[in-house]
Each structure stands twice: as structure tokens, then as C-alpha cells.
């Protein structure tokens, strides 16, 4: 019975990590707020189909995603995921509001993906012609938001004398646009490669707004002490991909193409947009390195709709401790 019962044993065990095998431990999941659908989210997919992260030790078994950076930071507190990716008003809001979180990294550093757009017909030329506009914004308290009445102090034009319209998304902006509903609408990247020549551009956001931050790598202070290793490990394969896509952005379009479920030309077009792009000299995906001014300067855009109140404690809220040693020091 004994032999029976060692045997019995064995056999468990042997299924047990034939099932979840000891690598199996490592493996973990990360949040990337609007992953296959804005530009922000690419470098994962070209870290993921080429194999970046598998060679800095780890798998990321699968990203989670939503429409939105406070949806994206629920799913990451609520999964227990060491890493996630979400815009810096939403983390700060949270913070203020008692999560226990740290920005540990800084990976948009612009918003050159956004557009503001019109009809070919449309009267409007420039943001200086946005009097009694009807401009779309995604949702309440979003960085689209912020930035269209960022576009009305461009133009010099009252925030009264326009109207912002909720759209609930920017494809429903798109859509708000066609119906007449708005008279011009944020259009980001992918969206504006594939639908450039539809529209006619009123506004750049690379050429007319400072570098604002777009999203932060963020952890919980629990994931911090357990999972250190692997949230390196992630922002190091991020770093990797980023420098490729610079360097390979026809390839790393047809990477991002699988994963957002668009045409390679669209994906293609995307890339090489985002990887020239220069804000006042700064890049749109940044290597993790923290960038204070643009950190600051979005913290404003969110005080303008609400989203943040009171002043940030910006020693409190950063963490450096996972990047690598030559982009630790924050650039100010």
C-alpha cells in the first residue's frame, strides 16, 4: 500500500508540472491601456514577435487592454499584474486617492499621434478659425479633452466661444464627424495613416503643443518587492523594441500590423510617423528614462479637466529603482 501510495504521488506530481511547469511561475501578465488600437502600446508587439522578452528571462503570457487608462488600472490592481502602462493623470489621480503605486517608467513622451481634422469643405483652416467649432473629445476628464482646449488657447479663442463634444471614443469621433455632428475631430495614429487622405488636418499636435507626457509605466508597491526582476525585465525588452522600431520601422510595422489587425501599409505609415516625429526636439516613444518637464506639463492638462487637484509630490510618486543605470537619472 505504501509503494501504492508512493507511486500514486509521483504520478501527481508528475502532472502537476507537466500542467504548470516551474518557468510557469515567472510567467505574468502586463496592462497597456488601449494596446491593438493606439500607438502607445506598440512597442510591446514588436517586443512580443521578437522575442525580447523571452530573452530577458521572462513570458508575458498576454497583455491586458481596455479603452481607457482608468479602466487599464483597474484591471492591473484587480489581476495583480507587476507592470502596466496607462496614461499619468489617471495614476496620479489614483495615487492621490490612496493606491499604493509608482510611475517607474516614462514611455510616451509627446502626443504627436494626435491630429485635429476636418472635412476637405470645411471653412475651418487653422485653429485660429475655431470659433463656434464643434470639437470631439473621447470621454470626460481624458487627455483629448484637455488637448482641445489646449487647441483653443493655440488659437486664441475663447473656451465659450467653442463647443466640446463627447464622442465616446475616436472612431465614434470619426463617425460624429461624417454624421455633422462636430465640425472637427482628434484623430490618432493608426486611425490618421489609414484615413489621411479622407480629412483635411487643421492642426499637428507635434508642431503645435510642447512634449506632454502620454503614458508611464506604473507598478503597485507589493508587485515592487515581488516582482522586481520581471518589471525589469519588461521595461528592459520595451527599451529593446523601441530602439528597432527606429531603426527597422517597415519591419516593426509589419509586427505592430499583426497585433492591432490592421493593413501593414497602415502600421508601416504609423511607425515611420511616430519614429520621426520630434517634439521640440523630443521623440514620441521614449526608452523608460523619466522626462519631469512633460510629466509636469501633462499633470497641468489634467488640472485643466479636473482629473488632478492639489500639487503632486513628484519625489513621492517616481521610482527609478527598475530602469537601467543609463537612463536613471531623470532628465528635467
Same mark, same amino acid.
Given at each position: 500500500m505504501k509503494n501504492i501510495r508512493l507511486h500514486a504521488f509521483g504520478a501527481a506530481m508528475a502532472l502537476g508540472f507537466a500542467l504548470f511547469p516551474p518557468a510557469a511561475a515567472q510567467a505574468q501578465q502586463i496592462a497597456v491601456g488601449n494596446f491593438g488600437v493606439s500607438a502607445n502600446g506598440m512597442p510591446f508587439a514588436v517586443a512580443m514577435e +521578437?522575442?525580447?522578452?523571452?530573452?530577458?528571462? @521572462? #513570458?508575458? #503570457?498576454? @497583455? @491586458?487592454?481596455?479603452?481607457?487608462?482608468?479602466?487599464?488600472?483597474?484591471?492591473?490592481?484587480?489581476?495583480?499584474?507587476?507592470?502596466?502602462?496607462?496614461?499619468?493623470?489617471? !495614476?496620479?489621480?489614483? @495615487?492621490?486617492? %490612496?493606491?499604493d503605486l509608482k510611475i517607474i517608467s516614462d514611455n510616451?513622451?509627446?502626443? &504627436?499621434?494626435?491630429?485635429?481634422? !476636418? +472635412?476637405?469643405?470645411?471653412? =475651418? +483652416?487653422? !485653429?485660429?478659425?475655431?470659433?463656434? &467649432?464643434?470639437?470631439?473629445?473621447?470621454?470626460?476628464?481624458?487627455?483629448?479633452? %484637455?488637448?482641445?482646449?489646449?487647441?483653443l488657447q493655440k488659437g486664441g479663442v475663447a473656451a465659450t466661444d467653442a463647443e466640446l463634444v463627447r464622442t465616446g471614443g475616436f472612431g465614434e469621433g470619426i463617425a &460624429?464627424?461624417? &454624421?455633422?455632428? =462636430?465640425? !472637427?475631430?482628434? =484623430?490618432?495614429?493608426?486611425?490618421?495613416? +489609414?484615413?489621411?487622405?479622407?480629412?483635411?488636418?487643421i492642426a499637428i499636435a507635434s508642431e503645435i503643443l510642447p512634449p506632454l507626457d502620454n503614458v508611464v509605466g506604473v507598478t503597485t508597491a507589493n508587485m515592487a518587492a515581488e516582482k522586481a526582476d520581471f518589471i525589469r525585465a519588461v521595461i528592459r525588452a520595451r527599451r529593446t523594441a523601441v530602439e528597432f522600431m527606429n531603426k527597422n520601422p517597415d519591419e516593426a510595422g509589419d509586427m505592430v500590423a499583426k497585433h492591432y489587425n490592421i493593413e501593414p501599409a497602415v502600421a508601416r505609415a504609423s511607425v515611420r510617423n511616430l519614429t520621426t516625429s520630434r517634439t521640440n526636439g523630443i521623440p514620441y516613444w521614449g526608452t523608460g528614462q523619466i522626462h519631469l518637464a512633460g510629466l509636469k506639463a501633462m499633470v497641468d492638462v489634467q488640472r485643466m479637466v479636473g482629473s488632478i487637484t492639489g500639487e503632486v509630490n513628484y519625489d513621492d510618486i517616481i521610482d527609478t529603482r527598475f530602469l537601467p543605470e543609463d537612463i536613471r537619472a531623470i532628465v528635467k
Amino acid at each position: 500500500m505504501k509503494n501504492i501510495r508512493l507511486h500514486a504521488f509521483g504520478a501527481a506530481m508528475a502532472l502537476g508540472f507537466a500542467l504548470f511547469p516551474p518557468a510557469a511561475a515567472q510567467a505574468q501578465q502586463i496592462a497597456v491601456g488601449n494596446f491593438g488600437v493606439s500607438a502607445n502600446g506598440m512597442p510591446f508587439a514588436v517586443a512580443m514577435e +521578437k522575442g525580447y522578452f523571452k530573452a530577458e528571462g @521572462i #513570458t508575458v #503570457t498576454g @497583455i @491586458i487592454t481596455s479603452a481607457g487608462g482608468g479602466t487599464s488600472l483597474r484591471n492591473m490592481l484587480a489581476g495583480g499584474v507587476p507592470y502596466g502602462e496607462v496614461n499619468p493623470g489617471v !495614476v496620479i489621480a489614483a @495615487i492621490q486617492q %490612496g493606491a499604493d503605486l509608482k510611475i517607474i517608467s516614462d514611455n510616451v513622451l509627446t502626443v &504627436a499621434e494626435f491630429v485635429w481634422a !476636418v +472635412k476637405p469643405d470645411s471653412p =475651418i +483652416k487653422s !485653429v485660429k478659425d475655431l470659433k463656434g &467649432a464643434k470639437i470631439g473629445y473621447t470621454n470626460p476628464r481624458s487627455t483629448s479633452q %484637455g488637448l482641445a482646449m489646449l487647441l483653443l488657447q493655440k488659437g486664441g479663442v475663447a473656451a465659450t466661444d467653442a463647443e466640446l463634444v463627447r464622442t465616446g471614443g475616436f472612431g465614434e469621433g470619426i463617425a &460624429a464627424l461624417d &454624421a455633422g455632428l =462636430i465640425t !472637427v475631430a482628434a =484623430i490618432t495614429e493608426p486611425l490618421w495613416s +489609414k484615413l489621411k487622405d479622407k480629412y483635411r488636418p487643421i492642426a499637428i499636435a507635434s508642431e503645435i503643443l510642447p512634449p506632454l507626457d502620454n503614458v508611464v509605466g506604473v507598478t503597485t508597491a507589493n508587485m515592487a518587492a515581488e516582482k522586481a526582476d520581471f518589471i525589469r525585465a519588461v521595461i528592459r525588452a520595451r527599451r529593446t523594441a523601441v530602439e528597432f522600431m527606429n531603426k527597422n520601422p517597415d519591419e516593426a510595422g509589419d509586427m505592430v500590423a499583426k497585433h492591432y489587425n490592421i493593413e501593414p501599409a497602415v502600421a508601416r505609415a504609423s511607425v515611420r510617423n511616430l519614429t520621426t516625429s520630434r517634439t521640440n526636439g523630443i521623440p514620441y516613444w521614449g526608452t523608460g528614462q523619466i522626462h519631469l518637464a512633460g510629466l509636469k506639463a501633462m499633470v497641468d492638462v489634467q488640472r485643466m479637466v479636473g482629473s488632478i487637484t492639489g500639487e503632486v509630490n513628484y519625489d513621492d510618486i517616481i521610482d527609478t529603482r527598475f530602469l537601467p543605470e543609463d537612463i536613471r537619472a531623470i532628465v528635467k
